[in-house]
């Protein structure tokens, strides 16, 4: 498995609220982890709730003697939430805060993911295949057949969020087993890159290039060439 993650401000954004999580290495029982969280509530809080909303994951996964990924995951995640819960409800300057996280393992051929809220993990091979489903309100617009997706990219409600973590006393996340094939790579990133780049054109850029250090690096810069409205995060894997 090999692996690389960036993060950027971008260019309307004077601080950076998305945190990111690497590892290609074992961490307690899971072979590998990555994780992507895009933090909201204010510039401080928002850095704080993605930081800690990770460190508070990497933590639980390490000391966990559970080895099922999914049941892993899903503990960890829902300790995570409860966690930065109560932060927030302890630190007025905090309050309201919360993050989007979405969080995968490899095991073997075997992809598991979970995510709470709008950041995605895509799955690239010949096509591309976003694995994840948002928890947004224009996602729950088109499934409910009420917009027409093409429209939901630039819709006025494009940002509003309907879970995330650390936003209520409790927020489940969503799972995902995906079988991957040969030469494919996994992205993960937040919304200040699938809002500015098109499906196809992630595509092309993961493919484009052996070297994942300049794919994550095409990847930014393409978001921030068509106007870097939001922070920029994405993790690439090759396995």
Known sequence: MVSIGKTDTGKRRDNNQDNIFVSDEPVGPLPNLYIVADGMGGHAAGDFASRYAIQIVVDFIRKSTVRNPVSLLRRAMIYANNEVYKEAEKDDSKGGMGT?????????KELYCANIGDSRLYVIGDEIRQITMDHSLVEELIRNGQLD???????PEKNIITRAMGSRNEAIPDFFEVSLQPGDRVLLCSDGLSNM??????RDIVRENEDLEAVTDALIERANYYG???NISAVVIAS
């Open 197 to 202: 780049v098109e499906n196809d054109e992630l």
């Open 149 to 155: 997706r093409n429209k939901g990219r630039n819709h």
């Open 228 to 230: 870097g409205n939001d």
């Open 100 to 108: 989007t996280m979405v969080a995968c393992v490899i095991v073997g």
